[in-house]
């Protein structure tokens, strides 16, 4: 059972507000990445780390910023929240192979 | 770059009966695959993996599937489905050892008693 937490799991948040969804994992995982799934679609890749103190863009641009300063701890922010951010968000972690996922933020702003 | 098609986006079944959930993907370097499966509100939760080795893989809850490298497939397969089988089943790719997943639409299986 893979230990990767998000929270909170959901957020309903007012135009124009600043977020930070939390990911903390504990199995001491050097890569951690953010993926973001609009409803019934597939995971696209918005951030990637593959260690402290590094970070960059995924596949899918994105308007939020991430930073990883410790092993475990990979969060993400939005200094800004508009509608167009409505989506799940989730957090995952990988050390060889399997890609490990949290539950996911569903984030709505209205 | 790669990409992932899984070709039904919807499997209706019976309880009992056997299902494939196919998935084709594109690439020009060796990859690694992956099926998930995500439940109504959940994460995505690892069904199995294909690294190296055996073509053939077993995973969780009775699935398994083929990696045929000819055909660029990795179609995922159960013998006989359950009711809480029924979710969205995700075929996933990876280049590289960084291990970012490329995912394709999803699959819904619905198992019908």
């Known amino acids: 059972e893979a230990d990767i937490y998000q929270t909170p799991r959901y957020l309903v948040i007012g135009t124009g507000k600043k977020i930070t969804l939390e990911c903390s994992q504990t199995m001491g995982h050097d890569k951690m990445y953010w993926y973001q799934q609009d409803p019934g679609m597939e995971l696209h890749l918005i951030h990637y780390?593959?260690?402290?103190?590094?970070?960059e863009k995924g596949d899918l641009s994105s308007e939020s910023t991430v930073s990883r300063i410790r092993t475990e701890h990979f969060p993400l922010t939005l200094e800004s929240a508009r509608p167009s951010h409505t989506s799940q968000y989730l957090c995952?972690?990988?050390?060889?192979?399997?890609?490990?996922f949290g539950q996911g933020t569903r984030l709505t702003v209205v | 770059a790669q990409s992932v098609t899984q070709l039904d986006s919807q499997v209706p079944v019976f309880e009992e009966a056997p299902v494939e959930l196919r998935c084709n993907y594109s690439s020009s370097v060796s990859v690694y695959l992956f099926w998930y499966v995500q439940y109504p509100n959940q994460g995505l939760q690892l069904l199995l993996k294909?690294?190296?080795?055996?073509?053939l893989v077993k995973g969780i809850n009775g699935f398994e599937a083929e990696f045929n490298k000819s055909q660029t497939s990795f179609h995922l397969r159960k013998p006989s489905v359950h009711i809480s089988d029924t979710a969205e089943y995700f075929c996933?790719?990876?280049?590289?050892?960084?291990?970012?997943?490329?995912f394709g639409k999803g699959t819904l299986l619905t198992v019908n008693p």
């Open positions: 780390s593959y260690g402290v103190n590094s970070t």
């Open positions: 995952a972690s990988s050390v060889a192979g399997p890609t490990f």
């Open positions: 294909y690294l190296s080795g055996s073509t």
């Open positions: 996933a790719v990876a280049k590289g050892s960084n291990y970012k997943l490329t």
